[in-house]
Every structure is written in structure tokens, then in C-alpha cells.
């Protein structure tokens, strides 16, 4: 009677506890998406930065002309001549997933434009990706980590940094993709039902569609499963979580045009295939060890370790071969720069000339992911705390992610979830902890007479934030799969024990607990510190992330200053020049140009030709004439050159030119990046060499430059140009933009040959120029 | 030595076959199909090496199919197998359908995608290409 009545009211607290879990989830979700509104509300609903704006044109061109073009487009506005197979090399997932949400949302007679559903694509695949963090995070520790742990994503700067309302890049759909990925394989691993492991490879088919980071995946569970092997935790659930994944996980990638058949033949895959056949054997091992004596066991293992062993090296040899035969290990230069950071600067300067690629500071640590830099060891201790299968993946998960992160900036963001989720887990035990004290404490205050269970031991205990303290099972850790109703009994039921007894009869570990006045000053300090993590991550989101990088800003004291001067010159562009025209620009500008100014481009963000872009950096560096024929022979009309001279603007071409002179040195030996320094360092004052000074990039940014201040000083560099007073013999200058960041220029045409007055000196035959009769004259082609 | 080791392979044969013959006939059933895929799957690298890899698609779909299937019908044997505590009998049937299901018919799909890249290769009678009509 008395049970069925305790068993109704932990029924009531159960169900309650599910409805507030449902509207804190909603909350979180509301919350990742309403801080990701900064950059609509300050500036405008617009696409950011550069990838996004390549982004944005496929998806209006896939929304447009439908999917069968999308998959056979070959884009001829782009590398000029050589064009870009987009179906080929694009990972499809995010203009797919944008395209269906346009589809959808127009076939219910809801007219989005295809920009407003691109620009609010990344906030609300990051309310999912909280979600998604609930849900893994409540496999390894239990629902009110998981909470804690969504909450913390929901706001990681990190993570805002590369999802904000308008950054439409790869990494906002990605992020989801590989959280649900890890999600599903945790929840297959903890119930061994091949329901999960079919969806499991669904989603990792979703997350192959939507980033090349992909390989982190299908090389951390492989290394995951390898541990639980070595560690003795092998089990049957692992075999049903991890060999469904790799061949139904191999043939979905290999349908991606973009992977294709690297999905087998690439190094970064060796891994998985070898753990594949690891676990085969493993698992024969087990099998056989289940079903023979032991003595017979160990007569099967002489046997078959010493045949095996020729076998075993027999391929491994044969393996190695292969694989040291091509000349990068069979990994791609991207992987290969991030397993030896210093690969890509010698040998791929392209690769090590984007900044997103240079190894973070330390202050970004903090900056990125704030409070969690300290919860993040205390959940790791804590996962220990047992050490379940989940548990462990979680770890090596963390550990993985913090040293790439330490590689390359931009990786910062797959340790961000990582973070968050070690972080939930701590806070979650330290509430639990504290929490439980307090509770104790007060019913022992209101007079509970028997209650002496195992309390007073803070001597023991070092009452700080990231101290763990140990768990009882009551504890929502989930090693075994187990319906709610029986854990929910057991909970109550050790509850109502916990205040007779100490220690339980079981496994199970004495309960600490703390001081009441220890505890409520513990709780009010990780309440503070949450707030400072809140603060702190919408102050990020506000100011230091939300920048779209096409429209600027600054505060004079007039007010705010707003420069639109990259919208101004590609709306320049699309109005006074014909369809057909290519403009020449740095690599940096090519997707804007392609998608706003509608022309044809030399070379654009994707970088995947070396040569090419090294042609147009070689023309850069050149003086006029030769950077003349080389644009001619490009077919180029229009030349834009980025100068943040005037304004004080500091990514602009200048700055970005010693990467030409760099990565154009690379293939033409002609360009010497010592001709271009004084001292070592490239000047544009009167120190500068003359072959800095006669360059094209110095000419199309400094022409006129003196007339607008008179002694033309550039407030980025600091200094009075060196040469002043030039003109331009092969260029014109078309049009240049308000604050002159943006410079349009034209290729003069050749000029005809005079045959006339070569008559008149020698004329041996009707050659049109010679140098000798034409020196007379000022010929502007010599 | 040798002998000592022949005899010790003979024992653990003999053994190995005695133990196996007691497992129930569904498993066996199971395990005589998961041979039955590892065989198709060996025969096509066979061929493959002997024929040449081109087109190499259909080569991987073909193995990777039936790698799949063997893979799925382990998985299946291990969740029928009374003797594994760790899962309940009853619950797993239809994930156990829908799991190969699945895997079959991307399988089948993935070797139709590929055929129809080669479309006169594999099976000419597919015309999927739109630039063609």
C-alpha cells in the first residue's frame, strides 16, 4: 500500500521531471538561436565573409534548376578557362539541407526568399546540435548532465563564431551532424540494437554530405573501438555498433560525388578497415574461447600465432608497400598538414597562408571557450568515475580534439562540443554533490534521528568547484540499458535506505557529504561562475563574432560610420561591364565576385589549382608590361585590388602580398621573394626596393594615392609611400570606391602597330616594329 | 615436434567440430549464409583481379554489399544467440528486418547509381542520363 503509493508519487516526480526537461530543452534551443542574432539586428540580414557567399550561389542555383543540374554543373564563371565541376567537388550537404528547408517551406505557401532561409540556416541547425549534445550526453552520464551540457553549447563563442545568423558555411550543418553521429553511435554501443547502428550510419552518411572533417569520425571511432579492445571491454554490442558502421558507412561516403572512391583508397580511411579486421579476429577469438575447453584454447592459440604471424606479416609487408609507394602516404596534403603542422609550410603555401589555418594562441583558449578551459579536466576525472564504455569514447574524444584544435585554429570548433560536454558532466556531479549535501543536511537539522550516513568526512574532501566526488549508481549513469520504472524503484528505494544505513550491501560506494554552509557557498560560486560564462558569451557573440566582414564599421565621433565599399564596387561591376568579362582579383575576393558582381573570375576561394593562382600572384608582382601580357593572355578585362590605405582597413592586398610574391615564387623561379624585402621585410616607403616599387600590386594601389592627402601616408602601414608621382602605362583606372578600399582597373588594349613610319628608316621588309627604328618614338609596349 | 603438433591440431579440429555441432540449428542456418555472402564477396575480388577494376564502382558496391550482408547477418546471429545475456529475446526482430532491409536496398540502390554512371556497362537498359534524350 505504502509502496504503490510511493511508487505513484515517484511516478508524478518522474513525469514532472520529463515535462521540465521538455521546456528547458525548448528553452536551450530558443536560446541558440535568438544569440545568434546580433549580426541581423546591428547590421542587416546579409551572407558573411567569403565560403558562404559561394555557398549561397549554389543554392540558389540548385533552387533555380533543380537537382540533376545541380549534380552535372560545371561552373565556367570561375578558374577561367579551366572552369570547376561544382557537382563533383562540393560537399552537397548543406545546400541540399538548405534547399529542402526553401522547397518545403515554399510548397506551404510560405514565400522565404533562398537568402533569408540561407542566412538562418546555421541558427537553427545549432538549437539541434544543443539537443543533439542533450541526448549524448545523457547516455554517458544521465539527463541532468545533459541538460547542463546543451545549455553550455547552446552558448559556446567557439561554436557561434562559425554558426552566427549569415555565416553560412559547411561547419554550421556539420557541427549537428557530428554530434547526432557520436550520438547514435554511443546509444548503439549502450543497447546493441542494429535499429541505432542502421541510423547511425545515416547520419554519418549526413555528416560525409556536409564537411570534409568527416575523417575525424571515422578515425576516432575506429581508435575507440581499438581502446575498448586493448582495455578488455570487448562485447558483442561492440561488434553490432562498429562493423555495420564501416560497411554500410563505407559504400553511403563512396556515394558522395566529392569522396567517391577515396572513400577506400585514401590513408585516412586505413584506419577503420584495419580495426575492421582487428574486431573480426577478436571476435573469432571470443567465439572460440566460448565454445572449447581451455586446454584445447591454448593449444589453438600456439597454433595459430605461429601461422598467423608469417600471414599477419606477410600482408603487412605487402600493405606498406602500397602505401609508402605513393609519395604523401596516401593522405591528402590537408590531413597531412594537421598530423605535422609544419608540412603545410613547406611544402603547400596556400594551405598556410589561410589564417583559420595557423595554430591558435593561448589567450583564444579563453577567449573561445571560457569557464569550460577549467571544467573540462574536472569532467574528465569524472568520467572516470566509473569508467563506462560511453565514458571513454567521450575522453578520447577530448583528447583527440584538443590537440587538432592546438593544430589549427579553425578545429577549435569540434572541441567545443567536447568542452561542453566534460563541462555539463562536472557541473552536473558538483549540483549533485551539492545539492545532496544540503538536502541531507537540512533533514538531518529538522530531526531525522538515524542519520549517520557516512556525512562529516569534508576533511576528506576539498571543497573547491572541480572537485568530484563519488557517485552512487543511483546516479543517472547508464552503463546497461534500463526502463525507467526499474531505476526509478531502485532510486526511491535507496533513498528511503540512505537514511537508516550507511553502506549498502552491494558495490555500491559510501555517499559524501559536506557541510551545509560549505555546500550553499559552493552552489552560489558555480552560480556565479555560470554567470560570468553567460556574460562573456553574449558579450562574444555581440562584439567580436558577429562582424558580416562585407559591411564595416567604426565609431568616429560623428556617430557610426558604415563602409559598404565591397557592395558598392560589385554592384560597380555588375552594372558597367558586359556579361562576359573576367575580372582578376586575389583568390580571396573570387566567391564574392562570381555571386554578386555575376562575372567571371581567374581565381576564387577554392584554391584547388596552385599553378593558376600562382600565375595571377606571378602578375601581381610583375612590373606593368609583364603583368599586362599575362592578364592578356588570361583573356582578363577587369583588375580589383582590395587597398585599405585610406581608411586604415588592414586586410587588404598589400598586407596579403607577400603570399603572392610567395606562393607565384613557388612556380615561377623568376619572382624572388629577396628582391621584394629591405632587411627582410616588404616595405612600400622610400626604403622599399625597386622592384617593390615597380610591381603591379604597389602601382593599381597607390595611383593618385597623393592626392588625397598630399603626401601620401597609409594609415595601415603607417608610413609615406615611396613613390608618389606615376602613371599607368597598360591599366586605367575605372572606378574606385568611396574610402578607396576596393580599385577597379582595365587592361588598356594593345595599341596598333604603325606600319607607316617604319618605312621611312630601313625597311628591309614590311615587319611592323622594329625596337631599333621605333625607339624614336615613345613605343609604351617596350 | 612437428608431430606433437599435428597431433595437437588434430585434437583441436576434432574439438572445434564437437563443440560446433552443438550449437542449435538456427544458428547454424545463420552462420551457413554468412558463409555463403563471404564467398560471394571473395569470388568478386577474384574476378576483379583476374578481369581488371574497371569500373571500379561496381566492384565496390559489389563487395561492399556483400560484406554488408555477412556483417548484418553476424550481427543478427549474435542477437538470436540464446546464450548472450545481454539481449532480450523478443524486442530485436524488427530492427533485425529493418537493419539488412535497409542495408539491402542502399546496396542495390548504390549499384543501380553506379551501373547507371556507366550505364552501358552494368545495366544498359538504364537511361538516366537527361543530357542524352
Known sequence: MAAAAKAGEATLRHAFGNVLSFFILLLIGVLAFSIRLFSVIKYESVIHEFDPYFNYRVTQFLTKNGIYDFWNWFDDRTWYPLGRVIGGTVYPGLTLTAGTIWWLLNSLNIPLSVETVCVFTAPIFSAFASWATYLLTKEVKGAGAGLTAAALLAMVPSYISRSVAGSYDNEAVAIFALIITFYLYIKTLNTGSLFYATLNAIAYFYMVCSWGGYTFIINLIPMHVLLCIVTGRYSSRLYIAYAPLVVLGTLLAALVPVVGFNAVMTSEHFASFLVFIILHVVALVYYIKGILSPKMFKVAVTLVVSVGLVVCCAVIAILVALVASSPTKGWSGRSLSLLDPTYASKYIPIIASVSEHQPPTWPSYFMDINVLAFLVPAGIIACFLPLSDASSFVVLYIVTSVYFSGVMVRLMLVFAPAACIMSGIALSQAFDVFTRSIKFQLLRILGFSEADAGDGSSANVVPENDAVKVDKSEETIKERPSRKNKKKEKEQMEKAQAEKTSAKSKTEKRLLVLPMELSVIGLLLLVFMGAFYVVHCVWAAAEAYSAPSIVLTSYTHEGLHVFDDFREAYAWLRHNTEVDDKVASWWDYGYQTTAMANRTVIVDNNTWNNTHIATVGTAMSSPEKAAWEIFNSLDVKYVLVVFGGLVGYPSDDINKFLWMVRIGGGVFPHIKEPDYLRDGQYRIDSQATPTMLNCLMYKLSYYRFVETDGKGFDRVRRTEIGKKYFKLTHFEEVFTTHHWMVRIYKLKPSKNRIRGKMKKSKSRTSTPSSKRSGSRKKNPWQ | ?133
Open chain 2, 1 to 133: 615436434m612437428a608431430r606433437s603438433t599435428g597431433k595437437d591440431a588434430q585434437a583441436l579440429f576434432h574439438s572445434l567440430r564437437s563443440a560446433y555441432a552443438a550449437t542449435p540449428t538456427t544458428l547454424k542456418i545463420i552462420d551457413l549464409y554468412v558463409g555463403f555472402a563471404v564467398f560471394t564477396a571473395l569470388i568478386q575480388v577474384v574476378y576483379m583481379a583476374i578481369v581488371g577494376s574497371f569500373p571500379f564502382n561496381s566492384f565496390l558496391s559489389g563487395v561492399l554489399s556483400c560484406v554488408g550482408t555477412a556483417v548484418l547477418a553476424v550481427c543478427l546471429r549474435i542477437q538470436v544467440n540464446k546464450d548472450n545475456k545481454e539481449f532480450k529475446h523478443q524486442m530485436i526482430f524488427i530492427p533485425q528486418i529493418a537493419g539488412p532491409t535497409t542495408r539491402a536496398s542502399f546496396c542495390r540502390l548504390c549499384s543501380l547509381q553506379f551501373g547507371a554512371a556507366f550505364g552501358d556497362h552494368e545495366f544498359p537498359w538504364i537511361n538516366l542520363d537527361p543530357a542524352s534524350t
